[in-house]
Structure formats: C-alpha cells, structure tokens
C-alpha cells in the first residue's frame, strides 16, 4: 500500500486528472497541480483549496511542460512546495487530428514532443529523484492506442507507444529499487478531448470511473492497468491479429 | 451516451446538437446552432430542460466550488454541481442548504433557474430567496452579474427563468448553520382532510420542515386520510446513532409500468399503517430529505412510457376547497397517484418573475403515462386548478395549456422581456404560444 500524501500532477486541466486529484484531495492528499491553461488550471485549483482540509497544501503551476528546459525547475520548485514527494501523475496530452498529421511532418513531430518526448523527459528526472529514496510512485496514463499501430490514429498511438514501452524498461529498472511504475491504458474516455466523437456504445466510460482505477492502481503499485478492465480483453485480440490480416482492415 | 431527457422520460424530443460545457469562461457558442438551453442533471419532469433544435448545453462539467467560507457560511460554486456534493463538503462544516427540494441529485442552476421549494417553504420560502448573486452568460457574449441590488431585472428575471435568460455559470448562496448531520422527525396520522388543516396549522407553528402523505387510494369514509411529518434539525445530542448510506437501482426499463391500481392501492394501504412516530426520532438528514435518491433510476418503475407529475399550487382562501375537489378527483377515477404529497407555503414572497411558490397549498401528484386517458384526467384537474386561482410548476410540467400559464403567471409578459434571444425551450414555446 503507497501512501499517496503528497503527489505532483502534470497535466492537471485534464479531465481524467481533475477527477484524480478530487479523489486524492478527499483522502487528506496535499498537490501540485501543472497545467498548461491558466485560467483552467485556477479554476481547478480553487475547487481544490475549497475541498481540501487546513492541512492540505493546493498549489497551482503553469506551464507548457513541452518546454522541457523547464522541467528541473519544476520538479525543484515542487520538493520547495511540497518537501516529499509520495507519487506523481503524468496525464498531460493532446489528441492529434490523424490526417493533418500526415500532410505535415512539423505537426507530426509535435504531436511526438508532446504526447511522447516531454514525457520521457520528465520520467527521467523524476525516476533520478525517486531512485535514491528507494520508494515512490510514478504513474502515467498511456492509451491502448499505444499498443498497435492503427491507420486511425497512428501518430497518437506511436506517441503512447513509445511511453509505455519507455516504462516497461523503467520499472523493470525501478522493480528492484521499491519504485512503482504505472502504465495505465484508458480505453474510449468522455472528456473534452474525445468532444468531435460519437459516444453512444457501451465501449465509452466517464473520467471518475477511470480516476478510480488510477487512484487505486498508484495505492496499490500495480503495473500496466487497462481501464475499464476489459480493454485487456479487447487489446488482447487487437495485438494478435496476424500483420497481413491487421492491415488491411479499417480500425 | 444517451440523448438527454428529463426525469419522467417524456416528452422525447431531441435537440439538434448536444454541448457538454467544461470550464465556465471557456467560449463555445460560435459553432453551435441556437436557440441554446442549459441541461443541468435531467432531474426536472418535462420539457423545461428540452428543445427540439438548437443546442443543449450541458452543465454537469461545470461543477467547481469557488470559495467557500466556513465562518460565514457563503458559498460560491458553479452552475452544474450538485447539491450532494455541496451537501458533502458543507454537513460536516456545520452548515445546510437554507432550503432543499426533495432529491439532492439537481443542480444549483437547476435549483436557481426552477426557484425550487422544500418543507420549509413556511420558514425559509424559495431557493431563490437564499442566493446572493450569480453570473449570467447572454448569448451576445455579454456577462451580467445579478444581485438584489445589480442587474436586478435579470436576477429577478432568472430566479425562476427556467434557463431561458441566459446560461448561469456560477451561483453564491447564503447557507443556514446547523449543530449535526440530524433530524428530529415526527409523524402522525389523520382520518381525513379537515384533520389534517389544524394538525397542519399546529405543526407549521412549531416545526420549519412540515410536508404530509395522502393515500390518494383510499375511499369513502377513508378519503384523505394521511400521515403528517414534522421535523427540524436535531440540537446537539451527546450520543448520536450510526448511519450507513444504502443505494439500490432499478437495472432496466420494464415494458410497461409497475405502478398499476393494485400495486398502488397494495402500497398505499401499507404506507398509511407505517408505524407513526408522534413523541418523534432521529433520523439522518439522508433518508429524510432524498428518500427516493437510494433508489437510482427510480424512474424507470414507470415503464418506457414514461410517467406525468402534477404540481399545483392554490391560493390560501381557495386552499381547503380546491384540494378535496381535486382529490375527490382523482379517486373517483382510481388512477391514483403513488406518491401524493401536501404542502401548505407560507407568506414568504418569492423572488423570481415567474416562481412557482406563493402563499397557499400545493398537492405533488405522479402518473403513469397511460397516454388519452390520463391527459384526459390532468385536463380535468386543470380546471378545479384554474377556477381557483392556481398555478402549475413548471418543473414538473409536460403539457399545461397556455392559458393556464398565462393566468397562473401573470408576471410571464414582463418576463419575457429578459428572455435571451438566443436561448428557448420546448416548454416557453407551448406555454407563451
């Protein structure tokens, strides 16, 4: 069992993240909250400040963390903020538009920065940080679409797959220095960032339902989670589809 | 996800495009189609929360505490949270909603825009009468702060405006301390009407919250029998009993309704010889006010036709008169309501336009959508309402005539004039026709 007193969420104007740190806050958790959108990152924080204890610490930090020079100060500014850290979530991202991505290599490599570079970056301070301590809890949320190239979406899935193959290696590095390293695998999410979709189907879940599972995949130190459950299943079947069946359907 | 409806499932229209908002100053109207209407949880019962084009904006992601002062118990939040959630970071800060409708699951928009009403109407009046300010949106981008004394058109105008003023994106409200989560409850029976008036005038004196069943099965000799609940928040106790929320859900839609006349009259007659507590009990604040939360989708007992709720209110002089004729009513049809509830307002004068709330009584009926024949029996007590001064609630409203409106709110003209150009309802577009 961790105990998730003191955590950093990068990418905290998300909706997944902003139900995070409401479930973390209401077990007695201080934050520090980065976000790229100031005022929806205040208007976060504020809730925040209203639900938390006395005790508890809220504070707010903007930034485009696609920056990554900045990354060593935040993480400085956090331990000032904060002392310890417990746990940290890495929930920023975009949801690139496919085909724009491929009549644009500048915006194809963006998208990379963003949704993969940026987050290595910040992986590798922070397992540098947690290292030493010998305890700590890094949790990303990576996507099944990092788990097979698809002709939908591949730029966002080659981002996300570069994360969580990123962290297979760093918790089988971290394993045995008592660091836990969290991948977890949302499936299709009601967020603003999926707003263009159609969600009628049943394959489509709300953020609070997600931020459970990672709330309780950082307490309990799991590994690689799909959220809901059963897009193991579904990603299963997905990623053992021979390659000459896989490309020629229209996923 | 579904397409919104409201709670009884009726009527079914669909709006053209659906806009779920997420950050309160984010804009959004520019590629939407108009007319606009907020949607807060669905909780309201017909066509105030729906149109048949434009956009419906959804405010559930809106739903953010801004401040809260525990010293002086103001708070601050926007539109789509829900009072539960208020409720959870308040009850254990010593404070309460000053008044509170019956399901804790609406939003404070919602609350704002139906100026709801609790069981203390006789103490506390309207929701309305307890919000300090809000923030009004108007679809030419303007943003109206509205207060009793700023803007006061518009916050008269949207207290009560059914979102048809503008999109209110964040509310303040005065809250009203209390010493524990407790209630102090009790209950007493009454033979009939003319019991219930003086056991009701006593309680009204010696209790804030005051409400009473009536087995709108029972005839004869039995007709208007009752149970009357009085209570009030517990003072400070030295020990107090454990409380454990349960919830239950109804899974699925049955295909047609299980309120029927022999389900009703079987629950009925149940629900009349509950053991009646007259020297009174604690009860959680939980099971007292939202009895009906614990059972999610409670709506679907109906079946997919879905059900009506009549709410009327009758002015004081015509009060004792009108509600045994509508009574009489409806057991003479035997289409008995399952929950029929009796409610005398106090004097306290509401703030909005067009608030339901006034001094007198009010009689909370439910219906199985049994299509003609029941229309036909809500036309009927359409009239006994409308003889007698009456006004329908517009909350809980799918289908009253335009000339009842009109003459149940003769401020709706004046009002009018506050609508926002850009937003519409279903319901404004029946009842202004």
Redesign the interface.
């Known amino acids: 069992m961790n105990a998730l007193k003191r955590v950093v969420i990068f990418g905290a104007t998300s909706a997944i993240a902003e139900q995070v740190a409401r479930q973390l806050v209401s077990q007695g958790a201080s934050l520090f909250c980065v976000g790229r959108n100031n005022s929806k990152l205040t208007a976060i924080v504020n809730d925040l400040k209203v639900r938390a204890g006395a005790s508890q610490h809220i504070e707010g930090f903007c930034c485009d963390l696609v920056n990554i020079e900045q990354h060593q100060a935040i993480i400085e500014r956090v331990q000032e903020v904060l002392g310890e850290i417990d746990a940290v979530l890495i929930a920023h991202g975009t949801l690139p538009n496919q085909q724009d991505c491929e009549n644009s290599v500048d915006l194809t490599l963006k998208e990379i920065e963003t949704n993969a570079l940026s987050i290595i970056s910040l992986l590798t301070l922070l397992s540098n940080y947690f290292e030493p301590k010998q305890k700590g809890v890094i949790a990303v949320i990576s996507s099944v679409a990092g788990d097979r190239g698809r002709q939908s979406n591949y730029v966002y899935g080659a981002s996300k797959g570069m994360v969580s193959l990123f962290l297979q290696g760093l918790r089988n590095r971290m394993a045995k220095k008592g660091v836990d390293v969290i991948t977890i695998k949302p499936g299709f999410v009601d967020t603003p960032m999926t707003a263009s979709f159609n969600k009628s189907g049943l394959l489509w879940s709300k953020p609070e339902k997600i931020a459970q599972g990672i709330v309780n995949a950082m307490v309990k130190g799991k590994n690689e989670v799909y959220l809901p459950g059963f897009w193991w299943g579904i990603m299963f079947i997905i990623k053992h589809i021979p390659e000459f069946i896989f490309k020629k359907l229209s996923l | 996800?579904?397409k919104p409806l409201s709670w009884n499932q009726l009527p079914r229209v669909f709006s053209e495009k659906v806009h779920?908002l997420?950050?309160?100053?984010?804009p959004f109207s520019s590629h939407l189609p108009k007319p606009f209407l907020p949607y807060g949880n669905g909780r309201s019962y017909g066509d105030v929360c729906l149109t048949d084009e434009g956009t419906l904006l959804l405010t559930q992601?809106l739903d953010?505490?801004?401040?809260?002062n525990p010293v002086t118990g103001v708070i601050r939040c926007?539109a789509g949270i829900i009072l539960a959630d208020i409720l959870a970071?308040i009850v254990p800060q010593g404070w309460f909603l000053p008044v509170t409708p019956g399901t804790r699951l609406v939003t404070i928009g919602g609350a704002v825009a139906n100026d709801v009403h609790g069981k203390n109407h006789h103490v506390m009046g309207s929701f309305g009468q307890h919000v300090k300010a809000f923030e009004l949106w108007r679809s030419d981008g303007t943003v109206l702060h509205c207060s009793p004394t700023e803007n006061t058109n518009y916050f008269k105008a949207s207290i009560g405006g059914l979102g048809l003023t503008g999109l209110i994106r964040w509310v303040e409200l005065r809250l009203m301390p209390i010493n524990n989560p407790w209630m102090w409850v009790q209950s007493q029976r009454f033979q009939n009407l003319d019991e219930f008036w003086p056991l009701n005038t006593q309680a009204e004196q010696n209790f804030p919250y005051t409400v009473a069943w009536i087995d709108c099965m029972a005839s004869g000799n039995a007709r208007g029998r009752g149970i009357l609940f009085a209570g009030q928040h517990a003072a400070s106790q030295s020990t107090y009993p454990v409380f454990k929320e349960k919830t239950k859900r109804i899974p699925f839609s049955p295909p047609f309704s299980l309120i029927n006349p022999m389900s009703l009259r079987a629950f009925n007659a149940l629900y009349y010889r509950q053991g009646v507590k007259p020297q009174g009990a604690l009860s959680h604040y939980v099971p007292y006010f939202y009895p009906l939360d614990a059972i999610q989708n409670w709506n679907r007992i109906y079946g997919r036709h879905g059900f009506y709720q009549y709410q009327c209110v009758i002015p004081a002089r015509h009060a004792k008169d009108a509600a045994s004729r509508l009574l009489e009513m409806i057991v003479k049809r035997k289409d008995g309501s399952f929950l029929a509830v009796l409610k005398t307002f106090g004097n306290k004068q509401s703030v909005g336009m067009l608030s339901f709330a006034r001094p007198g009584m009010t009689f909370a009926l439910d219906f199985p959508n049994r299509g003609t024949k029941t229309l036909r029996l809500l036309a009927d007590l359409d009239t006994i309402v409308q003889e007698a001064g009456g006004a329908l609630y517009p909350a809980k409203d799918a289908r009253m005539p335009a000339h009842l409106f009109k003459s149940g709110f003769p401020q709706w003209e004046t009002f009018s004039q506050f609508i926002d150009p850009g937003f519409s309802s279903n319901f404004w577009k029946r009842v202004s026709a």
């Open positions: 996800m579904k779920a997420s950050y309160r100053q984010e992601g953010r505490f801004i401040e809260f926007e970071l």
